[in-house]
């Protein structure tokens, strides 16, 4: 079973950036794709972006392309969410997780995605 904890997240305002990260344990962390997740109060949890095996394949949800670039680094098992222009409605608790088949091919559904971590929080003033 895989653990996942995500750091970066904090305060800022908008314009600002923020790269979170989400360092993963186990050795089939560069066998699956990962993703990002996020969740404001009262809402469900949203798909924000999904980056394949490799790195060579990148997913975004719309209200977050060209702002945001997902990433990972194999060797350190990690993974990196680069948020760049934040926007208050991009407030929320960001998770960290992992596909759960290594056939993933750009799903946007939570139910294709397990082993999630704590969450970090952002929060993006005005």
């Known amino acids: 079973q895989v653990q996942l904890v995500e750091s970066g997240g904090g305060l800022v305002q908008a314009g600002d950036s923020l790269r979170l990260s989400c360092a993963a344990s186990g050795r089939t962390f560069s066998s699956y794709a990962m993703g990002w997740f996020r969740q404001a109060p009262g809402k469900e949890r949203d ?13 975004y949800a719309d209200s977050v392309k060209g702002r945001f670039t997902i990433s990972r ?9 680069q948020m760049n222009s934040l926007k ?3 407030t929320a608790l960001y998770y960290c997780t992992k596909a759960e088949r290594i056939s993933y091919s750009g799903s946007r559904h939570r139910d ?5 971590g704590q969450g970090t929080q952002v929060t993006v003033s005005s």
């Open 73 to 81: 680094d194999n060797a350190k098992n990690t993974v990196y969410l």
């Open 112 to 116: 294709d995605f397990g082993s999630w």
């Open 47 to 59: 798909f924000v972006a999904a980056i394949s095996w490799n790195g060579r394949t990148t997913y």
């Open 88 to 90: 208050p409605e991009d």
